[in-house]
């Protein structure tokens, strides 16, 4: 067992517009595309977020070896109960799915 | 061909002197900038001011408009003041007459608004003109009505209008990112995709290559596509870094919504001209059957008060979580006994910095600190309620024992007082679209002429 962080070059998540986050994992090589590509599912993607499966978009795209995860934000940016203005911390939590 | 010059991502966040010089050398069309953008949250909107310090401001923008007059062409903005609500273009307008003054040098300024009168949206939702996107929240005529303000994000059309008026400089209220480099491109009939394309990668500035924060970056528009090229010593753009910029802030990164149509991307080839130029073409432009604007708009969302502590005590850092727990279940409860609200009418929460304020019940790591920062954050009808909830939990934050068996800690409080008032708060209301008969039904635009 390996954790994301630690198999790609960088994850970045940030708000996309008020309602929605995504989240970038550029794995830095092709093998390294491969692996999260392959290894990592959309459910446990969803799981970190507590958010059901079907409401993530994936994009896997080999011409960048990025993979990238759009939802709803958890929370809507600046809400009440909002925790992270610019969605950014989340990176760190998906960078800990280990694989 | 039409070169657009863009000096930075936003105005406020500074850009290479030398590189905008460069770019002036090289005899730009225009010269565009944006000003702000959602993503500092929904209390810039809901007053309706800037983000930025006036100062910085200023002194970039004076920058700008003395680079403007040496390339002699036109000098736009969007999405002025943060928010692009009426009253921030008025202050990007006060500014901008501030510094006609200074330079001493006599200007023709056309100023679009896009601020919309909450009002008339509302009837324009009844009416069913206006359409939910994906994730919109639930809204009524009423919500509506209640936002503070609310803009509608202009397009390519509203700012070409504000070019045909031979402006020298434009201040334009909310416009998509993209629209103030795109029209210009559009107008001249340029390729429709590469202009949209080009205009998304050059929106955040030279953040679509290395050496991302020295901002200046020039965009090539022709007929087949567009070529982007930094100008900073050391900042270079691959197809790599140029391609990569679709992923930024986009839900989707081959498609991107405009008033009017859309962009697709799927086809781009992307290919470097040299080590620092990038060449695009094959990004398609897909025109709708309607003509929509997204709006957004902010309203109140009650008061806020924050009160924060310090844990330093091992027992109590050991036991944050259940500490915490029970001054929030037992405040409440004073709080609508002393102060007669209903549980609905306020908020109390205290989140654990150094524990679980990130993400709260979603935090997956366990290990125990040395030290955990307390904020109790509390939302009210009134600023003298929250006020009030702030002080009633005040002794809790300061004294609160795990068990009535312990002696009475005491806790470090960073100020006296330890209550801090934020006023009003906001909260975004709406992530919907309005059809428009004509594109410049919902916008203002108005020529300024300073001697």
């Given at each position: 067992m390996t954790d994301l962080r630690s198999l790609v070059s960088k994850i970045r998540s940030k708000n996309a517009g008020p309602f929605w986050l995504t989240i970038d994992i550029f794995c830095g090589t092709a093998e390294a595309f491969d692996q999260v590509s392959g290894g990592l599912s959309t459910s446990r993607v969803a799981a970190v977020?507590?958010?059901?499966?079907?409401s993530l978009k994936r994009f896997d795209i080999p011409d960048l070896n990025v993979v990238k995860f759009s939802l709803p934000r958890p929370t809507v940016q600046g809400a009440i109960d909002d925790r992270d203005m610019h969605g950014a911390s989340w990176a760190a939590l998906i960078g800990e799915i280990a694989l | 061909m039409v070169r657009v010059l863009v000096p930075s991502g936003a105005l406020g966040l500074n850009y290479d002197k030398q590189a905008l010089q460069r770019g002036i050398a090289a005899k730009p069309d225009i010269i565009a900038i944006d000003g702000g953008s959602t993503d500092s949250g929904p209390s810039y909107l809901g007053r309706g001011v800037s983000k930025y310090a006036r100062a910085s401001t200023k002194l970039e923008w004076a920058g700008l408009m003395a680079a403007r007059a040496e390339a002699n062409v036109p000098?736009?903005?969007?999405?002025?003041?943060?928010?692009?609500?009426d009253s921030a273009v008025d202050w990007m307008l006060d500014i901008t007459r501030e510094i006609t003054a200074e330079q001493a040098r006599p200007l023709k300024i056309a100023v679009l608004r896009s601020s919309q009168n909450p009002d008339d949206i509302a009837q324009a939702f009844e009416a069913g003109q206006i359409m939910p996107l994906a994730n919109a929240p639930e809204v009524t005529s009423e919500d509506i009505r209640a936002c503070s303000n609310i803009v509608a994000l202009a397009g390519a059309e509203q700012i070409a209008a504000a070019l045909e008026t031979g402006a020298d400089i434009i201040i334009a209220g909310r416009t998509t990112d993209t629209a103030i480099i795109a029209a210009l491109p559009l107008m001249r009939e340029c390729h429709a995709g590469g202009a949209w394309h080009g205009a998304k990668i050059g929106e955040c500035g030279a953040l679509c290559a290395t050496n991302p924060q020295s901002g200046v970056i020039m965009i090539d528009f022709d007929a087949t596509g567009f070529t982007v090229t930094p100008l900073a010593?050391?900042?270079h753009a691959s197809p790599h870094t140029v391609s990569a910029h679709m992923l930024y802030e986009n839900s989707d990164p081959f498609i991107l919504y405009e008033p009017g149509g859309h962009l697709d991307v799927t086809a781009a080839k992307y290919s470097a001209v040299d080590g620092t130029s990038v060449r695009v073409e094959g990004s398609e432009w897909v025109a709708s059957d309607r003509y929509t604007v997204k709006l957004e708009?902010?309203?109140p969302a009650g008061f806020r008060t924050v009160v924060m502590a310090l844990l330093r005590d091992p027992h109590y850092v050991a036991n944050a979580a259940?500490?915490?727990?029970d001054i929030e279940g037992k405040c409440r409860a004073k709080v609508i006994e002393r102060m007669a609200l209903d549980a609905e009418d306020f908020t109390l929460e205290l989140r654990l910095i150094g524990h679980s304020a990130s993400f709260g019940a979603l935090e997956t790591q366990t290990a125990t600190p040395f030290e955990i920062g307390v904020i109790g954050i509390i939302t009210a009808p009134s600023e003298a309620q929250a006020a009030e909830i702030g002080k009633l939990l005040n002794p809790y934050l300061l004294h609160h024992p795990l068990t009535q068996e312990e002696e009475q800690p005491t806790f470090a409080f960073l100020f006296?007082?330890?209550?801090m008032h934020q006023g009003q708060v906001y909260e975004f209301a709406l992530n919907h679209v309005l059809h428009l008969n004509d594109p410049m039904e919902a916008f203002g635009l108005e020529v300024i002429d300073i001697d």
């Open positions: 977020f507590g958010a059901e499966e079907q | 000098l736009v903005i969007g999405t002025a003041g943060t928010c692009g609500a010593d050391g900042a708009g902010a309203r259940l500490w915490a727990k006296s007082p330890p209550e």
